[in-house]
Nanobody
Framework: QVQLQESGGGLVQPGGSLRLSCVDA????????MGWWREAPGKQRELVAS???????NYGDFVEGRFTVSRDKAKKMVWLHMTNLRPEDTAVYYC???????????????????WGQGTQVTVAS
């Protein structure tokens, strides 16, 4: 069982920074891909960043070097450090995780089966 719990959202000014955290409080001993997706009003949910169990990151094209994803496998935690935030980054951010380890990296960019409840990030002055 996987139970993802996010924290760290909030209101930040344009150009500011924010760090999101997610922990798996479930009973699974280890996870495969972990990451973050976001959904803005009227838009489809999109990949922000994911990271494999081996530490390989993947980012959405819009990230443009502003965000960094990291994880602690033993603690079953994943973080998203966001810098130089823009108003268009405003969205609900969801932690996402799976238990499968993929050989093909393109699969690490797909949504995994387990989701957190989401945390709101608002970028506004």
């Amino acid at each position: 069982q996987v139970q993802l719990q996010e924290s760290g959202g909030g209101l930040v000014q344009p150009g500011g920074s924010l760090r999101l955290s997610c922990v798996d409080a479930g009973t699974i001993l280890s996870l495969g891909v972990m990451g973050w997706w976001r959904e803005a009003p009227g838009k489809q949910r999109e990949l922000v960043a994911s990271i494999t169990s081996g530490g390989t990151p993947n980012y959405g094209d819009f990230v443009e070097g502003r965000f960094t994803v990291s994880r602690d496998k033993a603690k079953k935690m994943v973080w998203l450090h966001m810098t130089n935030l823009r108003p268009e980054d405003t969205a609900v951010y969801y932690c996402n995780a799976g238990v499968t380890r993929y050989a093909a990296n393109r699969l690490n960019r797909k949504p995994q089966p387990y989701w957190g409840q989401g945390t709101q990030v608002t970028v506004a002055s």
